[in-house]
Structures are given as structure tokens and as C-alpha cells.
């Protein structure tokens, strides 16, 4: 094959060849032949400018050759339009790649407590004698214990919230449509450090930010008989009503009152619940779905009072020590959970009812410190219903330790069975507009002489509206109410038995404007006014930073009326946010 780039440099040497001969023939020829010579020049070189040209452009054409044209292989024999239409099959790299998910949320909030100005006062019976007489403010000692410690007005702050990065993927079983299922999740600390939780307020040994906290699970799947799997995961009690909650992870979130039962930032019913297995079936007749979960305890001890076999906390989402000076699980730990959820759903009707029962939950630290007068009555009578063995082994190792200094007798038999139950209901419009109830019912099962102090059983109310004003901003409303309690344990520290109005109501407004399927900024407003004794928060359920009813106090013992962290009764918390949330 002829090399172009050599063309140029083979003409100039035929041309100078060329002249050569024609320069000869010019010495030695007369005149007729000098003219015919001539005449061959110009004929020679008018061929090799055109074969000048012609060449050029074969050296564009090599330079700049046309796409080439492949030929598609025949469809394989007996194949028809259905077999040569098929798409390829996905690569395997880009499967491993779909199988990430994640939620990253950040905002920014401004809170207050709203507790300054409140009073403490002590509280005695009325005859020290008779546990039914009545309260009043001791008259021995009628002097107020003082106000609240600390910052306790609006601070900044920034906020990670229910941000989760995770895995899942399945593999297929030979000889069926059953696949065995996996989903492994971390939740990434963006606005603080992972780590331990070791606020001032909550302590956990758990770390989140590290892989496996989250909803982490193997199982199998098929789609006749539903889902089974095993792992850690929100209980079915939670899941079922989580589509009416518009404000999840934000302040005012349903969880500061639905499924919790303490006020604090616990949400004892709407918690994730480690070494669980549970089945969710396939919806029967494109309507009906049921969701059930069993948590064995693992428990070695009779009353709970250790970690689960394998738990780095508590069942019931603390550290051992919480809640009082004792590194025991007695602040809330359980033994075997159960949960269940029926579902149905039919065009814009979404209802629910959901059922969860927590065996044998320990709170026999709610005696350490309590402002209870009866409680005290007890203390002074040497009830048996106190541990007063613990209690005088603490004090003979710690002299310092005594009642005067902020240490009183646990409970020895406050242990109980918790359960919850709510039914929910949603309803959507054809013009955008969302409406979502819950009504609820905590009980706790206590022996009849430790009702006085039973704060765990209650009524609860939910309701709120979406309106879709475009395809990227709806607005959101909320309200929550926290019915009266029969009993309370004493442990705020402005504790007032003669107020028997615990009740609470949180209010909540959030704007959404969603970029894309992707990426929404929120503006959100919250507000919970306690009444009493109550000591709801902002933010509970699973949120980065909560606002609570607690002081700034941060020495370990007070005073009489607590062991810990001060918590005051009546506070009035609000809040203002602002974030974004990004989903892939």
C-alpha cells in the first residue's frame, strides 16, 4: 500500500528529473525539438498537479476516516420479535453500584428551654403519718429550693438528623422466585464527631456512626409468601404510621408525644429494637398487609436489670447508670418485645392499627432522688417495696453518699409490663390536600402500691395537614396532645403533687420546597407547652439535638429533690429550623 506522507517528496524528484532531461536536451537539440520538449513539460506538469490534488485528499480521507458500520448478528435460531427486542443485561459493577441509598439532613436551629422564672418548693404531707392526707409545702422547710442553672434561653446550633448511608442488595435462589435479601446501614455524624453519645443529658455506649446502626438485616424474600428477616430494625408499631408524620426528623416530629411515654427524649414505642425477627406479608388482594416482630430479651437476670446478651446498651435505648447513680438498666430496660401492625390501603384511604408489648420493664430507679411525699413516707417507714440493702451497702463504701446529698433508695419491685396501642387513619384529596389522625394508649401494668407514681400510662392524639401547593412546595401542620398521667414518680425538680394537670400539646408548622426528586429545604417552627408536672421536649425520635425540660446543672448530686441532671416540670420550649435533605 502506497504511503501518502512519502507522495510530496517522490513528485519533487520526478520534477527535478524531469528538468534535468530537459535541460540537456535544450544544450544539445536545435529549436524544433527545444519546442516539443517544451510542450512535454507542460503536459508532465499538469498531470502531476493533478495527481498532486488527488493525493492530498487521500490524506485527508486517511486522517479522517468515516465511522465504522457493524453489522448486527443474526437473532439466534427460533428467536422472534420478543427475543431480538430484549435489553442487555445490566453490568455487574453498575448492580453493585445501585445498591447504595442514603439520607444526608442538616440544619441549622435556634431553641429555647423556657424555664426561667419557674420555683421550687418542698412538698411534705399533710399528716407525715397518713399517705392519704393530702400535700402541702413543708412547714418545716417552706423556703424555695431555687430556680433553674444555666443557659436557658435561645442557643444556635447545628443539627445531623436521621441521616443514614446504606446497602442492600438480594440474590436469587435457583429454582424459584425466592431471594435471599440483605441491607446493612451507618448513620454519619456530619455536624459533630462519631463517637459515644455522652451529652449532658443522654448517655448511650452506642456508636452510631459506625456500620450496622440502623435498620440491618438478612432474610429471605419471595412474593407469594412475603418477607422474613432477622437483624435490627424500627418496629412495626413505629412503620405503620410513619407516613403521617410530614415533620420526621425535624423539630416537632409526632414522636415528642406519639410512642412516648416518659415526656423526656426517649420514645420508649417508636425505637429501633435490636436482635429482632419479623414478617411483613405481601398485600393480600392489593388492599391488606400485616407487619409482626418478635425481640427476645436475652436477658440472664429475673428483673432485667443487665444489657441484653450482645447489647452495647440497655433494651429501651440507654447506658447502664442511666437515670441514676447505679450502672443498672433499671431506667426503662425490658426483656422480650413484641409489635404488630394491620394495614390497609385503597386508593386515597391509608388506616392502621398497631399493637407493641415491652415484658418486665425495670424503673426502679425512679425512687433515687424522687420528690414524691409518699415516697418519702415510705422512706420513713422502711417500706418493703424499696432497697434499702443497696441503699445502706452504697452508704457504709461512700459516707458522703446519703439522703441529704441527692441518694435515696431505688424501688425494689417497680417492674412492669408496657404496651401501646394507636390506630391512624390518612386520607388524601384530589386537590393536593393530606389529612392524618392517631389516636393512642400507653399503659403500664404496676402493682396497686406504686400507681401513685405511674407517669407511663396515657392517652395521646395526633393530628395534621399537607397541602401540595405545586409540584415542589406544600405546607405542613401539626398538633399533638399528651393526656393526663394517674401518677407521677416526682423526679423534677419543681415537682408539685397538688397540680394533677400533666397534660401537654405541641404545636408544629413546616415549609418545603423540594429542588428535584433529590434535594428539599425546609423551614420548620415548633412549640410544646407542658402543664404541670409534664416535661415534653422538641425533637424527640431520632433526631440529632432535642430541647428538654432539663437545666444546665452539671454537678451529680443536687440536692434532696434529685441525683442528676435537673429536670423542671411546666417548661415551655420553642424552636425555629432550618436544613436541607438530600435523598439518593
Not at 440491618?216 to 437483624?231: H, L
Not at 424503673?363 to 417500706?383: A, E, F, T
Not at 431520632?542 to 434532696?560: A, E, K, Q
Request: aromatic share 12%; with cysteine.
Amino acid at each position: 500500500m502506497l504511503k501518502f506522507k512519502l507522495a510530496k517528496p517522490m513528485l519533487v524528484a520526478l520534477a527535478a528529473c524531469a528538468a534535468s532531461v530537459a535541460f540537456n536536451g535544450i544544450v544539445f537539440a536545435d529549436d524544433a525539438q527545444t519546442k516539443a520538449l517544451q510542450d512535454q513539460m507542460k503536459a508532465m506538469q499538469q498531470q502531476m498537479q493533478d495527481l498532486q490534488k488527488k493525493l492530498d485528499a487521500l490524506t485527508k480521507q486517511q486522517a479522517n476516516p468515516p465511522p465504522a458500520v457493524v453489522a448486527a448478528p443474526p437473532p439466534p435460531a427460533g428467536a422472534g420479535p420478543a427475543a431480538a427486542k430484549e435489553a442487555p443485561k445490566e453490568p455487574k459493577f453498575e448492580k453493585f453500584l445501585s445498591g447504595f441509598y442514603g439520607t444526608l439532613d442538616v440544619s441549622f436551629d435556634d431553641t429555647t428551654k423556657g424555664i426561667n422564672g419557674l420555683v421550687a418548693y418542698h412538698y411534705a404531707l399533710i399528716d407525715p403519718a397518713n399517705p392519704n392526707s393530702g400535700y402541702q409545702i413543708d412547714p418545716g422547710n417552706p423556703n424555695p429550693k431555687g430556680g433553674p442553672v444555666g443557659r436557658l434561653g435561645y442557643m444556635p446550633a447545628f443539627s445531623t438528623n436521621k441521616s443514614v448511608l446504606g446497602y442492600r442488595g438480594s440474590h436469587k435462589i435457583d429454582g424459584g422466585e425466592t431471594e435471599f435479601v440483605y441491607q446493612i446501614e451507618v448513620q454519619p455524624s456530619i455536624t459533630s464527631s462519631p463517637g459515644l453519645n455522652t451529652s449532658q443529658y443522654q448517655q448511650s455506649n452506642v456508636v452510631k456512626g459506625a456500620i450496622g446502626y440502623g435498620d440491618t438485616f438478612i432474610g429471605f424474600s419471595d412474593p407469594g409468601w412475603g418477607k422474613i428477616k432477622v437483624g435490627t430494625t424500627y418496629s412495626p408499631y413505629k412503620k405503620a404510621t410513619d407516613r403521617l408524620n410530614p415533620f420526621s426528623g425535624m423539630l416537632g416530629d409526632y414522636a415528642v408525644v406519639m410512642g412516648n411515654s416518659g415526656g423526656d427524649n426517649r420514645v420508649e414505642f417508636g425505637t429501633r429494637l435490636e436482635h429482632s425477627i419479623w414478617y411483613e406479608s405481601p398485600k393480600f388482594g392489593g388492599v391488606f398487609s400485616f407487619d409482626a416482630l418478635i425481640s427476645p430479651g436475652q436477658n440472664r437476670t429475673y428483673n432485667n436489670v443487665v444489657q441484653s446478651s450482645g447489647s452495647p446498651d440497655c433494651n429501651g435505648g440507654n447506658q447502664p447508670g442511666s437515670g441514676n447513680l447505679l450502672l443498672n438498666c433499671d431506667d426503662g430496660g425490658f426483656g422480650d418485645a413484641y409489635s404488630i401492625d394491620v394495614k390497609f390501603e385503597t386508593g386515597p384511604i391509608y388506616a392502621t392499627v398497631a399493637y407493641e408489648m415491652h415484658k418486665g420493664v425495670n424503673r426502679n430507679s425512679d425512687g433515687i432522688g424522687s420528690n414524691h411525699p409518699i415516697y418519702g413516707y415510705l422512706v420513713g417507714i422502711n417500706s418493703p417495696l424499696l432497697d434499702f440493702d443497696t441503699y445502706n451497702f452504697l452508704v457504709s463504701q461512700y459516707p458522703g453518699v446519703a439522703a441529704n446529698d441527692g441518694y435515696s433508695p431505688p424501688y425494689l419491685t417497680d417492674i412492669a409490663n408496657e404496651s401501646a396501642f394507636k390506630v391512624g387513619a390518612q386520607y388524601t384529596f384530589g386537590f393536593g390536600l393530606s389529612v392524618s389522625g392517631i389516636y393512642e394508649y400507653l399503659k403500664r401494668d404496676l402493682p396497686a402500691d406504686l400507681k401513685f407514681q405511674n407517669e407511663r400510662q396515657r392517652n395521646g392524639l395526633w393530628f395534621a395537614l399537607t397541602q401540595e401547593f405545586s409540584a415542589k412546595d406544600n405546607v405542613s401542620v401539626g398538633w399533638a396532645h399528651a393526656g393526663a398521667t394517674p401518677g407521677d414518680p416526682g423526679g423534677q425538680h419543681n415537682y408539685n403533687p397538688t397540680d394533677v394537670d400533666n397534660t401537654a400539646n405541641m404545636y408544629t408548622v413546616a415549609w418545603k420546597h423540594r429542588f428535584d426528586k433529590y434535594l428539599t429545604w425546609y423551614l420548620d417552627a415548633a412549640e410544646t407547652f407542658n402543664n404541670g408536672n409534664a416535661h415534653y421536649d422538641i425533637g424527640a425520635g431520632g433526631r440529632g439535638l432535642t430541647t428538654d425540660c432539663h437545666d444546665g446543672t452539671n454537678t451529680t448530686v443536687i440536692d434532696y429533690s434529685s441525683a442528676g441532671n435537673t429536670t423542671w416540670g411546666g417548661c415551655h420550649e420553642v424552636g425555629f429550623s432550618t436544613g436541607v435533605n438530600y435523598k439518593f
